[in-house]
């Protein structure tokens, strides 16, 4: 079981012999080289992703458009958080160029979150989407914010017809408040029944963050919910501390438990269950999106 731990401070932990990642590949120094000569921003670096280096080595990256300053303090998340950047209009020609370049044949779009827009970036997403789609015909996931709730935003992205619509629900409704202060967790329900209404056969997606002091009932509730709004796809992994700044890692959580919490969230219902220590939104997302395509 997951158990609950007290809502205190603690040392940074060392990392279980589980955590640890493989050496760079012959692909990490060509991805590198992309992503800075299209000076593109990437999840994988402003959020110290785990996989980074597997990813890279082996050319593939999610994208984040929209800067790389995000307008909302979450407590687990390293994006710098602050004054936000003007909106580049020829970002989406770049990530369509990089995704060229990479050889991309599923592609992961993701954003800061900016509720200073009138849209959240709804457009630039779309725009994103479309012209990835236009240049090298692979297929599009996006990973949103929950842009404040707004239907229109939500919409227009939809209406790109992205091939996997993602955004995460990330921790149980009982630690919102320091997890990801400013979301509502009946927002992110709502985003997600939205989209199934303007679309029912476009597949949703959501993940969540384990080893926070959630507990195994609170996780299957949230799974629950999730199921009740048609959402099929699901992905479960260790939070890290990115930094000793952030929440603290109140457990990790061993590759044998993550495996008995898939098995009990597949029974939900799901058609893809991805769990895992090293699990995230946008790992091995192509392999996850074409299993649910066949």
Request: aromatic share 8%; charged share 25%.
């Given at each position: 079981m997951l158990e609950i731990l007290p809502d205190v401070p603690q040392k940074r932990r060392r990392l279980p012999k589980w955590l640890k990642r493989p050496m760079p590949g012959p692909g990490m120094a060509y991805t590198s080289n992309t992503i800075e000569d299209l000076k593109l921003e990437t999840v994988c670096e402003s959020a110290k992703c785990p996989n980074q280096?597997?990813?890279?080595?082996?050319?593939?990256?999610?994208?984040?458009?929209?800067?790389?300053?995000?307008?909302?303090?979450?407590?687990?998340?390293?994006?710098?958080?602050?004054?936000?950047?003007?909106?580049?209009?020829?970002?989406?020609?770049r990530v369509a160029e990089a995704a060229e370049r990479l050889g991309l044949e599923h592609v992961v779009i993701t954003s800061v979150t900016r509720?200073?827009?009138?849209?959240?970036?709804?457009?630039?997403?779309?725009?994103?989407?479309?012209?990835?789609?236009e240049r090298t015909g692979a297929a599009v996931e996006v990973?949103?914010?929950?842009?404040?709730?707004?239907?229109?935003?939500?919409?227009?992205?939809?209406?790109?017809?992205?091939?996997?619509?993602?955004?995460?629900?990330?921790?149980?409704?009982?630690?919102?408040?320091?997890?990801?202060?400013?979301?509502?967790?009946?927002?992110?329900?709502?985003?997600?029944?939205?989209?199934?209404?303007?679309?029912?056969?476009?597949?949703?997606?959501?993940?969540?963050?384990l080893g926070l002091g959630e507990t195994i009932e609170e996780v299957l509730a949230?799974?629950?919910?999730?199921?009740?709004?048609?959402?099929?796809?699901?992905?479960?992994?260790?939070y890290l501390q990115p930094t000793p700044a952030h929440l603290p890692v109140e457990r990790f959580i061993p590759p044998e438990e993550f495996d008995l919490v898939g098995d009990e969230v597949r029974k939900l219902g799901f058609e893809l269950v991805a769990s895992g220590p090293f699990v995230r939104s946008s790992y091995h997302a192509g392999e996850m999106a074409s299993v649910l395509s066949r």
């Open positions: 280096t597997e990813c890279w080595s082996h050319r593939t990256a999610t994208f984040m458009i929209l800067g790389n300053v995000c307008t909302r303090p979450c407590g687990f998340c390293s994006v710098p958080k602050g004054k936000t950047e003007t909106v580049e209009l020829d970002e989406p020609e509720d200073d827009l009138p849209d959240g970036g709804a457009d630039h997403f779309y725009e994103c989407v479309l012209a990835v789609r990973l949103t914010p929950d842009f404040l709730g707004d239907k229109s935003a939500i919409a227009r992205v939809v209406e790109a017809s992205p091939d996997v619509f993602n955004h995460n629900t990330e921790t149980v409704p009982r630690l919102y408040y320091r997890v990801r202060r400013n979301a509502e967790y009946q927002r992110t329900l709502d985003l997600l029944a939205y989209v199934k209404e303007l679309s029912p056969n476009m597949p949703t997606k959501s993940g969540l963050m949230v799974c629950a919910d999730l199921r009740a709004v048609g959402c099929e796809m699901m992905t479960i992994g260790q």
